[in-house]
């Protein structure tokens, strides 16, 4: 059963930073091309970042182009999600999963909120 299990969200003020984990199980890590995506309240969810399975190639939505970076530890089962001169309109639940064509089910996210 392949399971997501994202952490490290929070409260933080605009211009702050954070950096969220997501650990997975239930398939072959090392192989597999992961994104993050991320739902804000009445919007839908959608593509931010995404790393292919050896961590060389990466993409960003142009929201977050330049202010976040995703990266990779195939030993830890984990891909990371580094988040800095957050906006207020990064406020949303980041998700993390397979790639667009290949998503699976949800794990329950972490909370991201960008307030003074």
């Known amino acids: 059963q392949k399971k997501f299990v994202e952490s490290g969200g929070g409260l933080v003020q605009p211009g702050g930073s954070l950096r969220l984990s997501c650990t997975a199980s239930?398939?072959?890590?090392?192989?597999?091309?992961l994104s993050w995506y991320r739902q804000a309240p009445g919007k839908e969810r959608e593509f931010v970042a995404r790393?292919?399975?050896?961590?060389?190639?990466?993409a960003y939505a142009d929201s977050v182009k330049g202010r976040f970076t995703i990266s990779r530890d195939n030993a830890k089962n984990t891909v990371y999600l580094e988040m800095n001169s957050l906006k207020s309109e990064d406020s949303a639940v980041y998700y993390c999963?397979?790639?667009?064509?290949?998503?699976?089910?949800w794990g329950q996210g972490t909370q991201v909120t960008v307030s003074s």
């Open positions: 999963n397979f790639v667009a064509g290949f998503v699976t089910s």
């Open positions: 239930g398939f072959t890590f090392s192989t597999r091309d």
């Open positions: 790393i292919d399975w050896s961590g060389f190639s990466r």
